[in-house]
């Protein structure tokens, strides 16, 4: 339960969710944390607090360094109960703590614990001396909540971001110079790629504005802080909030006897001829949360379903819904599968593909029972073509 100095007088004191598997259907497979952060100074300021079952863990992190009766400002960044969920408790150790919140998050915290506590409520670009420290706000809406906010101190040239930046990763480390850049940047990809993608706008706005600013850590409230890879991981952010992709194709399938299954292995060969690197991925055994990671790196994206009941197998429906929903776009997309009769499954695929905004440039495949060698040779040669494609960008 010890706190870690972040620099000098500014402790985090989050808390480590080791078990954690799921988050709101995210497979988080190295847990994570919830990261709070203390100032010790003229005044005492809390920022963000912690899932609310990890909230003795935080208490016992706050009382080694100083009662937390003595904090005068708890900083609510966003709402969302993995931060906020400790703050009804916190607030009745710490009585006399004004919550700092935007406007939005004034909102959202009355409308979730419905109490009357002391709020003050800033806007882009406010400040507060807590000190010989300056704590300055800035709102970043849709980043990923409408309350969003990240809040800045330059005196430490330290940005508290929130959920932006985060992985969800929990490790007895604290600092990104301590783990491997590469678990670093999957982990902060997959994050993008389920929580932020949606709001490409809203980042590369938020990009904008703190690029004014001095920045040497960045404390988000998930997984390590950045202070060495902070350059890599903002330039990630650019090439991801801009829809920019690698020249490599990712085919997602499932199948029900094997048919499907063997389309896209024969597109997968077209891509292997044409050189371009293609990743395959099964429902069955692929969460669908790392295959949005895929999606995020990849310029065309291959989805195949047999057809089931006149629509798409329950997991390619589940994915398609997930996918729709985070609104990747620039992307080439294809469509493909089998069918007994019917075969309205190509179709459900490509709906979704064109309300993305896809290109698809060739019309999907779809083999009745089971496809023979000339199909199938036809259908390799369709993924060489469409490798040839993304080659030309
Ligand atoms: Fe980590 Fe949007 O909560």
């Known amino acids: 339960m010890e706190p870690v100095a972040i620099t000098s007088g500014i402790y985090w004191v989050g808390g480590i969710d080791w078990d954690l598997r799921n988050f709101h259907g995210y497979l988080t497979q190295r847990g994570t944390t919830y990261n709070a952060y203390l100032i010790i100074g003229e005044k005492v300021v809390l920022i963000d607090t912690v899932k609310h079952y990890l909230f003795d863990e935080m208490l016992a992190r706050i009382r080694s360094l100083i009662d937390p009766s003595k904090i005068e400002y708890l900083v609510s960044n966003h709402v969302e109960m993995d931060h906020s969920g400790s703050l009804p408790k916190m607030l009745e150790h710490a009585p006399n703590a004004t919550v700092i ?39 970043t809406p849709m980043v990923h909540w409408p309350d969003s906010m990240v809040t800045y101190i330059p005196e430490e040239k330290l940005l508290l971001p929130n959920d932006a930046f985060g992985q969800h990763i929990a490790t007895f480390e604290r600092f990104d110079d301590e783990a491997c850049w590469d678990i670093l940047h999957e982990e902060a990809a997959k994050y993008y790629a389920n929580i932020v993608l949606p709001y490409g706008e809203q980042v590369k706005k938020a990009l904008d504005a703190l690029a004014t600013l001095d920045i040497a850590m960045v404390a988000p409230s998930h997984g390590l802080i950045w202070r060495r890879y902070f ?163």
């Open 101 to 139: 919140t935007s406007p939005q998050g004034e909102k959202g915290l009355r409308r979730h614990y419905k109490q009357d506590w002391e709020m003050h409520v800033v806007k882009s670009g406010d400040t507060i001396s807590v000190g010989k420290r300056t704590l300055q706000f800035f709102l």
């Open 231 to 393: 350059p890599k991981i903002v330039e990630a952010y650019q090439r991801w909030s801009a829809h920019e992709t690698e020249n490599r194709a990712l085919i997602v399938y499932d199948t029900m006897w094997g048919s499907t299954e063997r389309l896209a292995y024969s597109l997968l060969e077209g891509f292997e001829k044409a050189g371009v690197p293609v990743t395959i991925r099964n429902l069955k055994t692929m969460h669908i949360s790392d295959i949005m990671t895929d999606v995020l790196h990849s310029k065309a994206v291959l989805i195949g379903s047999p057809t089931l009941n006149n629509g798409v197998l329950p997991t390619v429906g589940g994915f398609l819904t997930y996918l729709a929903g985070l609104r990747p776009r620039n992307r080439i997309g294809f469509a493909f599968g089998s069918y007994g009769w019917g075969g309205q499954a190509v179709k459900e695929i490509e709906t979704v593909m064109k309300n993305l905004g896809w290109r698809l440039p060739y019309e999907g495949i779809n083999v009745q029972y089971i496809p023979d060698e000339e199909q199938l040779l036809a259908v390799k040669e369709t993924g060489k073509k469409l490798g040839e494609l993304i080659k030309k960008g």
